[in-house]
């Protein structure tokens, strides 16, 4: 199963451009990526006052997504080319205020391993909680995969 | 790209929140020459973090070009104490670890980034 995690103002992106965004980047993998790989699609939806792109707020919006290892690069940029144009028309957000990436499974990996690492047994514990109840949660009363960053939130 | 990840046991005041977003910019951009415009800084708290931290950072960082591994260290090292002094931390409270990401693995602005050491070219073409 391939993930892919965006981080979103939920100021800047709703429910409705969510659901348009998903179904877009669905689309996208399936004809770049893989027809036959199931595809997880976590949202984080992070305050105004919690993220900062060059000294400013808001953040940008932050999409990673997760692809076999040794991707060829033209497929890679494909695919960025054309989640990019697909996210800016949804949102109305100008490319400038999007950072897309594809990242080879190894790397995904090691990254989602770093924010583990960074953890005590305890906080370990307390983020898988917090992550099953929240997903759980807003499945069911929003129809998405959505989380906040605060733990305890 | 870069991502630094912020992660703290308690929300941090907004205004350190600003002063460690601002240190740790200044602090990618003078070390490696980036572009401000490229540096990402957010913040998640309610975290129990390991060895008695209070703040754990985690950069994603872009690797080749001309990143090599001194320069990497030396960008941990400035960062962990310019991050110190601005979250007014111990030493000791703050773990950073750095993850290289490819440069032409990530987009923005409708673009591929560039290697390091290429964002002059980048940013006139752009």
């Given at each position: 199963m391939r993930k892919i995690l965006c981080t979103v103002n939920p100021e800047q992106v709703s429910d409705v451009h969510k659901k348009s965004l998903e179904s877009a980047l669905r689309s996208n993998y399936a004809k770049h990526?893989?027809?036959s790989e199931s595809l997880t699609i976590v949202w984080c939806e992070l305050p105004t006052a919690q993220g900062f792109t060059s000294y400013e707020q808001p953040c940008v919006s932050l999409v990673v997504i997760e692809a076999q290892d040794d991707l060829d690069q033209d497929v890679r940029e494909n695919m960025l080319s054309e989640c990019a144009a697909d996210w800016s028309e949804i949102t109305g957000i100008t490319l400038e205020r999007l950072m897309i990436s594809v990242f080879d499974e190894t790397v995904f990996s090691e990254y989602m391993a770093a924010n583990q690492r960074r953890l005590s047994l305890m906080g370990r514990i307390q983020f898988s909680r917090h992550m099953l109840v929240s997903l759980l949660r807003s499945k069911m009363t929003r129809g998405l995969l959505i989380f906040s960053p605060n733990v305890g939130s | 790209m870069p991502l630094y990840t912020v992660s703290c046991r308690k929300p941090l005041s907004q205004e350190i929140r600003e002063a460690v977003s601002t240190t740790i910019t200044d602090t990618h951009c003078e070390v490696t020459d980036a572009p401000p415009e490229f540096v990402n800084v957010v913040f998640m708290d309610g975290y129990s973090l390991k060895n008695s931290w209070n703040l754990a950072v985690i950069g994603g960082v872009r690797s080749g070009g001309n990143r090599s591994a001194e320069l990497v260290e030396k960008l941990q090292k400035s960062l962990h104490t310019n991050i110190a002094s601005a979250s007014k931390?111990?030493?000791?409270?703050i773990g950073i670890e750095l993850v290289g990401v490819r440069a032409s693995w990530v987009m923005e602005g409708g673009k591929i980034l560039p290697e390091p050491g290429s964002e002059n070219d980048w940013l006139q073409n752009k």
């Open positions: 990526l893989s027809e | 931390l111990p030493i000791d409270k």
